[in-house]
């Protein structure tokens, strides 16, 4: 019993330092992409879902993801093929239809093996996990999707939890996320 406990205890402290890792590493990346312009997107904010706290404006892309099933009603496999054709195709593409201001995020499985942090916005994401592997895709109203290391998964969230399909190269997969602010930039940071 003590045994599992301190293996316990020492996956909790690598844990956080893989936390505080990505969170300095993400803070001191610049991103070039200029902001879009600003249409209507009723998709619900994972950052305002996990944070409320968090007011960083929401901005949408020029080609809104408004068609996502409901995490209120069942998805249907005719949802999912439509989740299959609004995630853009490459890597690429997703980044070029987020905001320069991003927020980050790190997911992780119940049983901490796989590790995914990245950045979101604008209704897309992207990521990488602990074994290298890339991720994009696309969110809102409880629902996200997109491809894992090539392949299709889809998902659903809610408060700080989500449950996947074909995530990770898993059948099933479930865990939980975490989200930063985007940093700031102040006064003080500009001068020498």
Excluded at 74 to 102: C, F, G, Y
Excluded at 169 to 185: C, E, I, Q, R
Aim: a neutral charge.
């Amino acid at each position: 019993m003590q045994n599992k406990l301190k293996i316990s205890a020492a996956t909790f402290a690598v844990f956080l330092l893989v936390v505080l890792a990505v969170n300095l590493a993400s803070a001191s990346i610049a991103t070039p992409k200029a902001a879009t312009s600003a249409t209507n997107l009723s998709a619900i904010d994972a950052a305002q879902v996990a944070s409320p706290s968090n007011t960083n404006p929401t901005t949408t892309s020029d080609k809104p993801i408004n068609n996502l099933p409901d995490i209120t009603t069942p998805v249907t496999t005719d949802d999912v093929e439509k989740l299959r054709t609004e995630i853009p195709k490459t890597l690429q593409e997703t980044e070029a239809n987020m905001p320069s201001i991003r927020t980050r995020y790190l997911m992780y499985t119940s049983d901490g093996v796989h590790i995914m942090w990245g950045v979101f916005g604008n209704g897309r994401f992207v990521g990488t996990d602990n074994q290298g592997k890339s991720c994009w895709g696309i969110y809102g109203h409880g629902i996200f999707a997109g491809f894992y290391d090539g392949e299709f998964f889809w998902g659903k969230y809610s408060g700080n939890t989500w449950k996947a399909q074909y995530i990770f190269g898993l059948n099933t997969a479930a865990g939980k996320y975490v989200t930063f602010p985007s940093p700031v930039a102040t006064a003080s940071t500009n001068q020498p």
